[in-house]
T-cell receptor
Framework: DARVTQTPRDKVTEMGQEVTMRCQPI?????VFWYRQTMMQGLELLAY????????DSGMPKDRFSAEMPDATLATLKIQPSEPRDSAVYFC??????????FGAGTRLSVL | GDSVTQMEGPVTLSEEAFLTINCTYT??????LFWYVQYPGEGLQLLLK?????DKGSNKGFEATYRKETTSFHLEKGSVQVSDSAVYFC???????????FGTGTSLTVIP
């Protein structure tokens, strides 16, 4: 049963620390999305990649967030330095030409 | 630009009641339309989709019809169950799959 795998599932850190979230997309998928979900803002698209190239990262605060795809099996989202307002659930999703997105279970981030 | 507007929640229904969650969209061209469902503690998962006007997507007793004349894609189910309690998201992707838009989500609680 193919699925998107995100690690860690939960992360608690202190303000100012670097946070790295990882995502393994479904094998063969050529698009990867990063979303942030909060009660106040709902689901926000942060960035997305096609064939490992960033297509849109306009939703991402550039000063502290960065997203990369070192290879086709790994996508990373980094926050440095982290702030309490970054506390949220971060989802990765992957897809192919069908435009359907398959979501991971998310990383719940708490920045104290 | 393209966008999706869905009915505000939360919605509370008794078991076996009829469900409608409204969704309207704004788009140029011929978008694909989706309903995703998010169960507590999980990522979003595709519930159903429609790729062209008058298509009806259906899954697990849920249905939605792509209505170009009213730019709508309302989600319906004839008899809800407690297990349908979740958050439902309407979504749109453009023709070439470069842009994706999610609604704000509608929380549904079904009580026995």
């Amino acid at each position: 049963d193919a699925r998107v795998t995100q690690t860690p599932r939960d992360k608690v850190t202190e303000m100012g620390q670097e946070v790295t979230m990882r995502c393994q997309p479904i094998l063969g998928h050529n698009t990867v999305f990063w979303y942030r979900q909060t009660m106040m803002q709902g689901l926000e698209l942060l960035a997305y990649f096609r064939n490992r190239a960033p297509l849109d990262d306009s939703g991402m605060p550039k000063d502290r967030f960065s997203a990369e795809m070192p290879d086709a099996t790994l996508a990373t989202l980094k926050i440095q330095p982290s702030e309490p307002r970054d506390s949220a659930v971060y989802f990765c999703a992957s897809g192919s030409d069908s435009n359907i997105q398959y979501f991971g279970a998310g990383t719940r981030l708490s920045v104290l | 630009g393209d966008s999706v507007t869905q009915m505000e929640g939360p919605v509370t229904l008794s078991e076996e009641a009829f469900l409608t969650i409204n969704c309207t969209y704004t788009a140029t061209g011929y978008p694909s339309l989706f309903w995703y469902v998010q169960y507590p503690g999980e990522g979003l998962q595709l519930l159903l989709k429609a790729t062209k006007a008058d298509d009806k997507g259906s899954n697990k007793g849920f249905e939605a019809t792509y209505r170009k004349e009213t730019t709508s894609f309302h989600l319906e189910k004839g008899s809800v169950q407690v297990s349908d309690s979740a958050v439902y998201f309407c979504a749109l992707s453009d023709q070439i799959g470069n842009q994706f838009y999610f609604g704000t989500g509608t929380s549904l609680t079904v009580i026995p």
